[in-house]
């Protein structure tokens, strides 16, 4: 794996060993920080279910201001550190160890411009995320959530509304940002 774009374009990320890490494809991430790329200059990024941490890094490297990650298995953990590291992103990184919904509760609230949720495909995640992630989001916030076929996307969730969803192979991109009120 490698950074796309940015200030660490063409650097390597290490990714865990085996299938317990499914990382978003070059394909996908390219296609997602396009539509992201005017998103990114300045914005406080939550990668959750964070693996090796593919996505946060990447938007840090294309101007994010700060990333929290947050991933629970310690191995994977350990890389994930070592690859902020690697990338001199440090500064501008802070990792969190454990569950995302532990997590979710530990943060500020509305004070993420972006939340990339990429959680394992058959473990339920997703109503979770979609409840617990809203009340992070900033007010012009956005969540993208990834997910497979087998996850239908609801239109709203609690204060969330899906504003786009975009589909590359088996794989799903949803966006959601707070409802409008009116």
């Given at each position: 794996?490698?950074?796309?774009?940015g200030?660490?374009?063409?650097?390597?990320i290490k990714?865990?060993?085996?299938d317990?890490?499914r990382?978003?494809?070059?394909?996908?991430?390219?296609a997602?920080?396009?539509i992201l790329?005017?998103?990114?200059?300045?914005?406080?990024?939550?990668?959750?279910?964070?693996g090796?941490g593919n996505?946060?890094?990447?938007?840090?490297?294309?101007?994010?201001a700060k990333?929290?990650?947050?991933e629970?298995?310690?191995?994977?953990?350990?890389l994930?550190?070592?690859?902020?590291?690697h990338?001199?992103?440090?500064?501008?990184?802070?990792?969190m160890a454990?569950?995302?919904a532990?997590?979710?509760?530990?943060?500020?609230?509305?004070?993420?411009?972006?939340?990339?949720a990429?959680?394992p495909?058959a473990?339920?995640?997703?109503?979770?995320?979609?409840?617990?992630?809203?009340?992070?989001?900033?007010?012009?916030?956005?969540?993208?959530?990834?997910h497979?076929?087998?996850?239908r996307?609801?239109?709203?969730?609690?204060?969330?509304v899906r504003?786009?969803?975009r589909?590359?192979?088996?794989?799903?991109?949803?966006?959601y940002?707070?409802a409008?009120?009116?």
């Amino acid at each position: 794996m490698r950074i796309i774009a940015g200030t660490a374009r063409g650097r390597v990320i290490k990714a865990p060993a085996g299938d317990s890490v499914r990382p978003t494809t070059d394909r996908v991430k390219e296609a997602l920080f396009n539509i992201l790329q005017f998103r990114l200059a300045g914005a406080n990024v939550l990668d959750l279910f964070a693996g090796s941490g593919n996505l946060g890094l990447e938007a840090l490297s294309r101007g994010a201001a700060k990333a929290v990650f947050v991933e629970r298995d310690g191995k994977t953990l350990a890389l994930l550190r070592e690859n902020v590291r690697h990338l001199g992103f440090g500064e501008q990184s802070e990792v969190m160890a454990g569950d995302f919904a532990a997590a979710l509760l530990r943060l500020p609230g509305g004070s993420f411009d972006l939340v990339l949720a990429d959680p394992p495909y058959a473990g339920g995640f997703y109503p979770g995320v979609l409840d617990g992630a809203q009340s992070l989001l900033a007010e012009e916030g956005l969540l993208v959530l990834e997910h497979d076929g087998t996850y239908r996307a609801p239109e709203t969730s609690g204060g969330l509304v899906r504003t786009d969803q975009r589909k590359y192979g088996r794989v799903y991109l949803s966006f959601y940002q707070r409802a409008v009120q009116l």
